[in-house]
């Protein structure tokens, strides 16, 4: 099955993005093509794992579910951009301006967890993002100014406190997704002082 983990954004964050993606999309022009993301489906992607086969799921939802020694924290989402560059834009999307330290945290920890596994991970760098949309062909000059027009929207801020593992089963309609483990984001628990 289809896997990736993710930190889910709050609905209010989620209805702003909407909102400036249906801009975008309606300043870009009948001739950018591409697939927008709906507000109920955005997140921000941690890891990408792909295809995992059914035997090695019940290990992979277990060290999933388990607590993440990061503080709850909040993000702020700012700045639209592409991947993977302006010449070849295949992405469209909105980064985090704040918390993104906090985000890089979690990835790491939840990396060392894939690992741990014998799963394979992402060789791409991470950069917290989240896609608005995914290109298909060239982007015209209409969108570009669009994209340039629309750069320094903001999203508002939203608390992180527990990632997802999530099953992305694709259709007609696109793709649904279907929680599997959630793991909380807890303090850090302090080391025990005291006389010996």
């Known amino acids: 099955m289809r896997l990736f983990v993710a930190v889910d954004l709050g609905e209010d964050v989620r209805r702003r993005i909407g909102r400036i993606a249906g801009a975008l999309k309606r300043d870009s022009g009948t001739r950018l ?23 090695g799921l019940p290990d992979l939802t277990a060290t999933l579910a388990a607590d993440i020694e990061v503080s709850p924290f909040d993000i702020a989402l700012a700045g639209l951009g592409v991947f993977p560059s302006v ?26 967890r894939i690992a741990d596994l014998g799963l394979p991970l992402e060789r791409r760098a991470f950069t917290p993002h989240v896609t608005l949309a995914r290109l298909r062909g060239h982007m015209p000059g209409t969108a570009t100014r669009a994209l340039a027009s629309h ?19 694709l259709g007609a309609g696109g793709s649904t997704y279907s929680a599997l483990a959630h793991a909380a984001l807890v303090a850090p628990a302090r080391p025990s002082g005291g006389d010996a």
């Open 33 to 55: 093509k591409a697939t927008w993301t709906r507000p109920e489906r955005m997140h921000v992607t941690l890891h990408f794992l792909g295809e995992v086969g059914d035997d």
């Open 151 to 169: 750069g320094a929207s903001e999203a508002g801020r939203c608390r992180v406190d527990a990632v997802t593992l999530y099953r992305s089963q």
């Open 87 to 112: 010449e070849r834009p295949r992405v469209i999307w909105i980064g985090v301006r704040e918390g993104a330290a906090h985000l890089v945290a979690v990835h790491d920890t939840i990396a060392q």
